[in-house]
């Protein structure tokens, strides 16, 4: 069963910076590509950046020189560092497969707030 399982968010203000983790299991984790969403209130959820198993990454222009995605094979993880965070980065962060993020299939996420 697959099963990934955000953290690390929370309030910040704008300027700061946060960083996201995201814990899977239940796949041979280094086969996949894996993305970090975004969903703000009242938008739809939108792919902010994704890293593939060889390591290239590909983000939203909106994020592009303020975020960075990375992967730790050896501990399942992928992580997401912010900074200069702005209010409009406000909206829950979810990672997911492409494959599950097409058929639906989302976790919980992590809230991110950036307001002072």
């Known amino acids: 069963q697959v099963q990934l399982v955000e953290s690390g968010g929370g309030l910040v203000q704008p300027g700061g910076s946060l960083r996201l983790s995201c814990a899977a299991s239940?796949?041979?984790?280094?086969?996949?590509?894996v993305g970090w969403y975004r969903q703000a209130p009242g938008k739809e959820r939108e792919l902010v950046a994704i890293?593939?198993?060889?390591?290239?990454?590909n983000y939203a222009d909106s994020v592009k020189g303020r975020f960075t995605i990375s992967r730790d094979n050896a501990k399942n993880t992928v992580y997401l560092q912010m900074n200069s965070l702005k209010p409009e980065d406000t909206a829950v962060y979810y990672c997911?497969?492409?494959?599950?993020?097409?058929?639906?299939?989302w976790g919980q996420g992590t809230q991110v707030t950036v307001s002072s």
């Open positions: 997911n497969l492409p494959s599950r993020a097409a058929t639906d299939n």
């Open positions: 239940g796949i041979i984790f280094r086969l996949y590509a």
């Open positions: 890293v593939n198993m060889s390591q290239n990454t």
